[in-house]
């Protein structure tokens, strides 16, 4: 099985304990456009990866393509 992107980012919001709409807060996205990250919907920009390390993430594994 291949993991994507949003399966990781998903992966990483659940490790910190927190719910979509609690994780966009963190890094001021709202719940839909996490919803919409997890399920391959919607890219992800470069400013939101920086807040995504910020909290954590190992942007490396985040946006590998390897499992």
Same mark, same amino acid.
């Given at each position: 099985?291949?993991? &994507?992107? +949003?399966?990781?980012?998903?992966?990483?919001?659940? =490790?910190? +304990?927190? =719910?979509? =709409?609690?994780? &966009?807060? /963190?890094?001021?996205?709202? %719940?839909? /456009?996490? /919803?919409? @990250?997890?399920? +391959?919907?919607? +890219? @992800? =920009?470069?400013?939101?990866?920086? %807040?995504?390390?910020?909290? &954590? /993430? !190992?942007?490396?594994?985040?946006?590998? !393509?390897?499992?």
């Amino acid at each position: 099985m291949v993991v &994507g992107l +949003g399966e990781r980012l998903q992966e990483f919001r659940k =490790s910190l +304990g927190l =719910s979509q =709409s609690k994780f &966009g807060l /963190a890094i001021d996205l709202t %719940k839909q /456009a996490i /919803a919409n @990250i997890e399920n +391959g919907q919607r +890219g @992800i =920009s470069i400013e939101t990866l920086v %807040k995504i390390r910020e909290l &954590g /993430a !190992d942007l490396n594994w985040l946006v590998a !393509d390897k499992p």
